[in-house]
């Protein structure tokens, strides 16, 4: 039924910049990115509501930015000045009206190495 399908991932170079892509099958109030981080529990990345309304964490604010395409239902992260503490499965997540409308993607490897 519902599904959320991660892109985009890959090993890049510090200092560089990667584009993931979430296509969803319906549309949702909020949508967002969370990542696992080797050794560590799952973290809030970026999150973006219907209304455009933003939220990021703090390690990665002005260097992500979170957007989305409604007609697609697709949303995207844009990184930029990646660093290696980046390194992490990055997680589509999507929320919608009702409590139990929350779904996930299978995720996408990020690796930010040189």
């Known amino acids: 039924q519902v599904q959320l399908v991660e892109s985009g991932g890959g090993l890049v170079q510090p200092g560089g910049s990667l584009r993931l892509s979430c296509a969803a099958s319906?549309?949702?109030?909020?949508m967002g990115w969370y990542r696992r981080a080797p050794g560590e529990e799952r973290k809030l990345v970026a999150t973006i509501t219907s209304g455009g309304n933003t939220n990021y964490a703090d390690s990665v604010k002005g260097r992500f930015t979170i957007s989305r395409d409604s007609a697609k239902n697709t949303v995207y992260l844009q990184m930029n000045s990646l660093k290696p503490e980046d390194t992490a499965v990055y997680y589509c997540n999507g929320r919608g009206f009702l409590a139990v409308q929350n779904y996930w993607g299978q995720g996408t490897q990020v690796t930010v190495s040189s």
């Open positions: 319906s549309s949702f109030a909020v």
